[in-house]
């Protein structure tokens, strides 16, 4: 089966009614937890753009408590694990802004939950890995909020 291109899915969206793109855009949401996820956001982030932002710390949050860093593998399996999740997150906004913050949020957690402490190459290639990653978004955004965000990075640097 050949899957068709974007703009020929988009041309066919078109010849759609109200009622028929609602009943594809639910049974879309079915598939999958992140499509249910990705739709809710963009729904709800008009009221609250801040909402994604939040709902996620919260999440990773609740998983850096769970997770185990008493010893250096089961804290690179842990941190990896995490970054994953993260990964996921990220990849259903492309607000730059909400990413950074994300990221150091994420970087300022493997600090306090004492990941860095082991001094294990996997975990400190992954964090200096989401540092390069702040860095390179940070130079896409306007002057002004690139200050606020180097002086984050300070901190985690």
């Known amino acids: 089966m050949k899957i068709p291109s974007l703009a020929e899915i988009k041309k066919e969206l078109s010849y759609l009614n109200d009622q ?21 956001f963009k729904l ?9 932002v939040e709902m996620v710390q919260d999440e ?11 010893n250096f593998h ?17 990849k259903l906004t492309k607000d730059i802004s909400a990413q950074i913050e994300l990221i150091i949020f994420f970087c300022k957690n493997l600090k306090a939950y004492g990941y860095l402490y082991h001094g294990h190459p996997v ?24 200050y606020d965000y180097e002086e984050d990075l300070a901190v985690l640097g």
């Open 20 to 40: 028929e793109l609602t009943n594809l855009i639910i049974d879309l949401s079915k598939f999958s937890r992140d499509n249910k996820a990705y739709l809710f």
């Open 44 to 52: 709800f982030e008009r009221d609250n753009p801040k909402i994604f």
């Open 60 to 70: 990773l949050e609740q998983d850096f408590r769970k997770s185990n860093s008493s």
């Open 74 to 90: 089961t804290a690179k399996k842990a941190a990896q694990a995490l970054r994953r999740k993260l990964n996921k997150h990220l």
């Open 123 to 146: 975990i400190q290639n992954l964090y200096d890995a989401q540092i390069g990653k702040i860095r390179t978004l940070i130079g896409k955004l306007h002057e002004d909020l690139q």
